[in-house]
């Protein structure tokens, strides 16, 4: 059974940082992409960034410059490493995993970012 299973969530201050990990435990047949989502209270859950298995990557506009997303195969993880961190980037971020098959989704880790 695949688990996915985000950490490094919190609260930080405006112009802080964080990195959020995601480990995945079980295999995954063909995935091509991975990366996270997140959702805001009120709101829909939104792309922040994707990594293709080929290495491109995809940011939404608003976190373009102060986001990177990173992967480590071997070790069945992705990161995200958050920069300059805003009060509008709270949310609760998801890691995801898209495969031929179907989507992953992990259960979510909350950040919090004070003003």
């Known amino acids: 059974q695949v688990q996915l299973v985000e950490s490094g969530g919190g609260l930080v201050q405006a112009g802080g940082s964080l990195r959020l990990s995601c480990a995945r435990g079980?295999?995954?047949?063909?995935?091509?992409?991975m990366g996270w989502y997140r959702q805001a209270p009120g709101k829909q859950r939104e792309l922040v960034a994707l990594?293709?298995?080929?290495?491109?990557?995809n940011y939404a506009d608003s976190v373009k410059g102060r986001f990177t997303i990173s992967r480590n195969d071997a070790k069945n993880t992705v990161w995200l490493q958050m920069n300059s961190l805003k009060p509008e980037d709270t949310a609760v971020y998801y890691c995801y995993f898209r495969a031929l098959l179907r989507d992953y989704w992990g259960q979510g880790t909350q950040v919090t970012v004070s003003s």
């Open positions: 079980g295999s995954i047949a063909a995935i091509n992409a």
């Open positions: 990594i293709a298995v080929g290495g491109g990557t």
